[in-house]
């Protein structure tokens, strides 16, 4: 499996120390302040961002279709016209039309093909975003660890993500496959999570270096502080503009990835319908029944072009210094 | 630094074991090798047998392991499971291929993802950002093995339009590339469209992360003391703001070829160019584990190397990052 | 990845194909001489001596295996008929079973020496040494002795009859001059040379090249003792793994033949200029075995009724009209497990009773007291018609097969649960009884040599854990069987008991695609396992 090559934390390390709006003690409480007679609303950082964020008009279109296309896939029971596995022999490969409401056709065995993109939707997503949420977890928590208390840690702990970095996923798939029972959805997310939380642990043990030497972390250990607070309550905050938005290239990867996987067979075995494996299917008379790849592969591109647009607002959303005039 | 470099490399050591014997057993832990070629009511038990012994099939992992593990420091890293040839051999003739694809690849992406990346940087929030973004991540988005089908059927129907060849859609060579530089075109000629495909991902990457960092380092006091000082936006732009923000960039390219060497696999079998990944699933699939542990050892040396690389060249060009 | 399921012995197997629906273009124009055809192969053989387990592969015997000519040779109506032999051979005696044989004056090894009984016997050697990794060698370890008469015949006596012992001389001989006292497992595993460091063969066309990873070259022979001379300057075979690259290639005129697995794909041809498609059953073919076996977990898979209820309820017909429409659509499903249909006088449908039949299913589940549950699905003996069906994962046929059968049965009453994996992990599991029904392929080679161990009981390919002493003793007599048509027989009535108790239901043969440029003349399908590189020497280029 070629290396997703998601090491970005040098940007973000650089992007954390530069950002002097939100490295300040600032641990954000937004506690409202009332004066007799005066009140004076002051505003946590949160709204600050949650304003920047919603100028910037581009994200707050790709949200918005996101939460129509994801909430689609979600909700496939009652959105999709036809149930994934309606196989009709008689209208097999019927190009998109308004008759029967087969807006995306059919596939060769006459099943709705906008059914199962849907369905698909569903199950990309499911995975996807278990992908992201387990890789971010992992990640954090090995780069926060590596990175505050350095050392011996660190380096035990860089030397086992140089490890995971080292193991080929086809092969750890293939064994997992026969162990954990195949075609599972969420075997193949597990273990894409347990791959993919590499290259963040190393941006957020960067964030982690160089944020442990400033003041204010010196004045919670004086304030008697433990660790742990220190790391969640102080630190972390700081770094979640770069772990969002490698939240959201996860699940754009993630997507591809399981495209990928099902294309040689050890991803989402069907009938289970997956973008990716739909894509996989609909390949072999893509120049035929053209639909049966152009439906699933809009639909990825749409999710992953809408995912980082919003992961692109969020990280300017949360890093004041750039000027946005959007 | 130097104490800093050998600790590095001592360190990597216990990875690579570790790293060897977890992939060792998990593509022995399951299945059989020989399954294939049981499956014919015809073949020889007597050679099933011959192999069994031979290749220690029917001890437990750990001491194939150790067998291994001999097998590879004295001969070579042994031979398949079937066919009587140094596995050796094979790598060498793959590993060329591999590099002469991923390289280019890399490169093409690099010149292109930064180039586009500063250009969406300058015009932030332009139309021509906005286009940039939109097409890097069209490019991003695109599963490889479909952006392959269609390059193939792009060019073979330029070839049935206008009967000249560009670009060849399968293969290294041509059946009678000639020599010298004949030959270095056809192989360029067989190796545009894989290359094309591979690039395209990797400069959606690029450009993304070239993009965040000038911004970033645009707005940095260097610059606005650059731009205080009188200088032309250009040579602020050039002399200053790139070379910085092309740190995160090298760093990140730095990494990325550590595992280059394994090898596009989806790439190399769909555009058949005898290269590592191919060898690596082809293997993998026939579960041959001394040839997926070759590869492996190879490729997880490299890894490590560029890591450690990586890590060295962050640390020189960006003087604020210390290591103890 | 587009292998096929099932490693295929080197032995040129007895092959047959009575739809040969002809590949030649006009044979009005006259053949020129010289030229270059580039033909895809879809494997590339792991080595080059096909004798070896580790070469063991069809693309191999395709390719460098036809520069190395046997005894017989197999034609494409599966008639066995001699090529470096001059003449039949003839049996001598039956107890012990002898045959004599004697070699053609002019045949001769490219390198001047003539073949000899040498090489027969440097052949045997060869496959019986037990350090040899030999991929099979049934019938070679029947032989008792070689008793060479002259240097261009000999005695062969068997230690036990040997049936089929003309597929057996139908196997490639080694030259003995070039061999003798050299590593078998490594001398010739990417070269065919002799001792003077000259290329080798006695074929139309003999080894020159091999590029590991990118092509095999094979040039004219210029001793080719056959009656035809070649018009061929070279053939070259290049490898191309995956179908949707190997059809691209042909369209732009990479490469001028291609010969791959069906795929969906390979529909778009058929209307391109300047090439001609020719598509035939070929001897492969696809079934689902029932596992009869306790570890299986289906213990209703025991009983032969619920076998035939399964059998009633997959409309074979229509999963082949759906799968195959576009691009073999005369393809029928397959009734005979032993023999292909275009076997005439061997071929024996007694599996076409099972047609798909609702009621039937219906009628025998309720004669065995089966009830149907809320969901449709029918409960025999308190146990859930609820089975396990797997395949290759990965492969799109038999993915999409799976499905279809899983709509059809699922109206009948029955349900079928998916059960696939990547083919590595999947036959392992087969060999080990561990499935319920498994949907893969056998490769047929038209002799029923190897039916015993696939039906009999105990047998080492058994299993699915099927066991009728009757069959077996019909099939194992078979195997000693010389004469032909009462080994047809027994096969035959074999057969017609296990399309009874349905141990096995045969699906469909394998259709095969020969794709190639209206140029390249004589060029035809030969969908046995001989292959379609088994007449070179005709080819020519306009």
């Known amino acids: 499996m070629t290396n997703p090559s998601l090491d970005s934390e040098r940007t973000f390390a650089q992007a954390a120390v530069a950002g002097a709006g939100m490295a300040a003690g600032e641990a954000g409480d937004g506690n409202l302040v009332y004066e007799t007679g005066l009140e004076v609303e002051v505003r946590s950082q949160w709204t600050f961002a949650r304003r920047r964020f919603f100028r910037h008009r581009l994200a707050v279109l790709s949200l918005f279709v996101l939460i129509v296309v994801l909430g689609a896939g979600l909700l496939a029971k009652w959105v999709a016209p036809y149930p994934y596995d309606g196989i009709d022999l008689e209208n097999a490969g019927v190009g998109p039309t308004f008759d029967s409401w087969h807006l995306f056709g059919t596939d060769l065995l006459g099943r709705d093909y906008f059914s199962r993109v849907i369905y698909g939707i569903q199950t990309s997503e499911k995975v996807a ?56 959805q969420y075997r193949v997310a597990i273990i894409l999570s347990l791959l993919f939380w590499t290259a963040l642990a190393r941006i957020v043990r960067g964030q982690f270096l160089s944020l442990r030497e400033k003041e204010y972390v010196d004045a919670a250990k004086a304030a008697g502080a433990g660790d742990l607070r220190i790391m969640f309550r102080h630190m972390l905050p700081n770094c979640l503009g770069p772990i969002i938005v490698f939240a959201t290239l996860t699940v754009g990867i993630a997507i591809l990835t399981e495209a990928a996987l099902s294309y040689l067979g050890f991803g989402i075995l069907p009938p289970t319908p997956a973008l990716g494996l739909l894509i996989a299917q609909g390949q072999d008379v893509s120049t035929d029944l053209w639909w049966l790849v152009l439906f699933p592969g809009l639909t990825i591109v749409l999710i992953v072009l809408c995912i980082n647009f919003v992961g692109d607002g969020l990280r300017d959303a949360l890093d004041p210094t750039q000027r946005i005039r959007a | 630094m130097l104490t800093y470099i050998l600790r590095r490399i001592l360190y990597s050591i216990p990875v690579l074991i570790a790293a060897s014997f977890l992939i060792f057993t998990a593509v022995t832990a399951v299945g059989d090798p020989l399954a294939e070629l049981k499956l014919n009511p015809l073949a ?219 090898g596009a696999i989806i790439t190399e079998s769909i555009f058949q160019l005898d290269g590592m990944g191919n060898y690596f699933i082809e293997n993998l699939l026939s579960q041959d584990v001394y040839p997926v542990m070759a590869w492996l050892m190879i490729t997880a040396t490299m890894i490590v190397l560029f890591n450690l690389i990586a890590d060295i060249l962050y640390g020189y060009l960006d003087p604020r990052v210390r290591y103890d | 990845m587009h292998r096929l399921s099932l490693a295929a012995l080197a032995v040129v197997g007895i092959v047959a194909a009575v739809f040969v629906a002809g590949g030649s273009a006009g044979t009005s124009q006259t053949p020129k001489r010289g030229g270059t055809v580039v033909f895809a192969a879809e494997q590339e053989p ?135 006292g050299t590593d078998f497992n490594t001398v010739w595993n990417s070269e065919y040379k002799n001792k003077a460091g000259q290329n080798i063969g006695s074929g139309p066309f003999i080894l020159q090249g091999y590029v590991k990873g990118q092509s095999i070259t094979m040039v004219r022979n210029p001793k080719w003792w056959g009656p035809r001379k070649p018009y061929l300057d070279k053939v070259v075979f290049v490898f191309r793994t995956n179908t949707d690259t190997e059809i691209q290639a042909i369209r732009g005129g990479e490469v001028d033949v291609i010969y791959p697995q069906p795929q969906l794909q390979l529909a778009d041809l058929k209307g391109q200029a300047g090439l001609k498609v020719v598509s035939n059953a070929g001897t492969t073919f696809e079934h689902i075995d029932f596992n009869q076996q306790v570890k299986g977990g289906m213990p209703l898979l025991r009983a032969p009724w619920f076998r035939q209820a399964v059998s009633y309820s997959i409309d074979r017909t229509a999963l082949v009209k759906q799968l195959f429409r576009t691009l073999q659509p005369n393809l029928v499903p397959l009734q005979n497990l032993s023999y292909a249909n275009s076997q005439k006088g061997l071929y024996a449908p007694h599996f076409e009773g099972y047609k798909y039949s609702v009621a039937k299913v219906t009628q025998i589940m309720q004669k065995h007291n089966c009830t149907k549950g809320s969901d449709g699905i029918w409960s025999c003996q308190g146990v859930k018609a609820s089975i396990k069906l797997g395949t290759t994962a990965g492969n799109r046929l038999r993915e999409l097969g799976l499905e279809i059968m899983q ?44 039916q015993s161990d696939i039906y009999g009981c105990g047998g080492e390919s058994n299993w699915k854990g099927y066991c009728s002493n009757k069959v077996t003793a019909l099939l194992k007599g078979s195997d000693a069987e010389l004469d032909a048509t009462k080994r047809a027989a027994l096969v035959n009535a074999a057969d017609k008991i296990m399309a009874l108790n349905v141990p096995t239901l045969p699906l469909y043969q394998k259709p095969t695609y020969l794709v190639h440029k209206t140029k390249v003349h004589n060029i035809r399908d030969n969908p046995t396992l001989q292959g379609p590189t088994d007449n070179m020497e005709d080819w020519w280029v306009s």
């Not at chain 2, 001999?70 to 009587?84: K, R």
């Not at chain 3, 001699?82 to 090894?109: C, H, R, Y």
């Not at chain 3, 060999?431 to 490769?443: C, E, K, M, R, T």
């Open chain 1, 129 to 184: 975003f278990l992908v992201a949420f387990l890789a971010v977890a992992i990640g954090t928590v090995v780069g926060a660890a590596a990175g505050y208390y350095g050392r011996w840690v660190d380096n035990a702990l860089m030397r086992f993500t140089d490890l995971v970095l080292t193991l080929p996923g086809l092969a750890v798939l293939l064994t997992a496959a026969a162990f954990l029972g195949h075609g599972s």
């Open chain 2, 44 to 262: 020889s038990k007597q050679t099933i047998e011959l192999v069994r012994e031979r290749k220690h099939l029917d001890e437990p992992i750990p001491v194939q392991y150790v067998y291994w593990v001999q097998d590879a420091l004295t001969n070579g890293f042994g031979t398949p499971l079937l066919v009587n040839e140094p596995i050796w051999d094979d790598l060498k003739r793959v590993i060329p291929h591999t590099l002469a694809l991923v390289v280019s690849a890399e490169l093409i992406a690099l010149l292109f993802g930064v180039s586009i990346g500063v250009y969406s940087a300058i015009r932030q929030y332009s139309v021509a950002d906005y286009a940039g973004t939109t097409l890097s991540f069209l490019g991003f988005a695109m599963p490889v093995f479909w952006l392959a089908l269609m390059l193939q059927i792009a060019f073979t129907n330029l070839f049935l339009a206008w009967n000249v060849r560009i670009f060849y859609t399968s293969g290294l060579s041509s059946v009678d590339p000639g020599g010298g530089l004949h030959w270095l075109l056809d192989r360029a000629q067989h190796l545009a469209i894989p290359v094309m495909c591979l690039a395209v991902l990797q400069i959606a990457v690029y450009s993304r992360y070239m993009r965040a960092s000038l911004l970033e380092v645009v707005h940095s006091d260097y610059v606005r003391t650059a731009r205080a000082k009188g200088l032309s936006e250009g040579r602020v732009t050039m002399r200053h703001a790139v070379r910085n923000a092309l740190i995160p960039v090298v760093t990140l390219s730095a990494l990325s070829f550590g595992g280059l060497i394994g």
């Open chain 3, 46 to 180: 792991p080595c080059l001596n096909g004798a070896l387990a580790g070469c063991n592969n069809t693309w191999t015997s395709w390719t460098v295996g036809t520069s190395l000519r046997g005894l017989y040779i197999v034609k494409p109506d599966f008639s066995i008929v001699p090529d470096m032999a001059d003449g039949e051979a003839t049996v001598v005696s039956k107890k012990p079973f002898t045959l004599q044989f004697k070699i053609k004056k002019n045949a001769v090894w490219s390198d001047g020496k003539p073949v000899t009984v040498q090489d027969f016997i440097f052949t045997w050697k060869a496959f019986v040494n037990p350090q040899n990794d030999v991929a099979g060698r049934s019938g070679w370890d029947s032989i008792k002795s070689v008793k060479a008469v002259n240097s261009k015949s000999a005695r062969v006596v068997f230690s036990k009859p040997y049936a089929p012992w003309k597929v057996l001389l139908a196997t490639s001989l080694y030259p003995s001059h070039a061999l003798s």
């Open chain 3, 407 to 450: 709509a059809q049965a699922k109206n009948a009453g029955i349900q079928f649960i998916p059960d696939s994996e990547p083919s590595r992990l999947f036959f392992p599991r087969v060999s080990d009884g561990n499935y319920q029904i498994a949907l893969f392929a056998w490769v047929g080679t038209g002799d029923p040599a190897g």
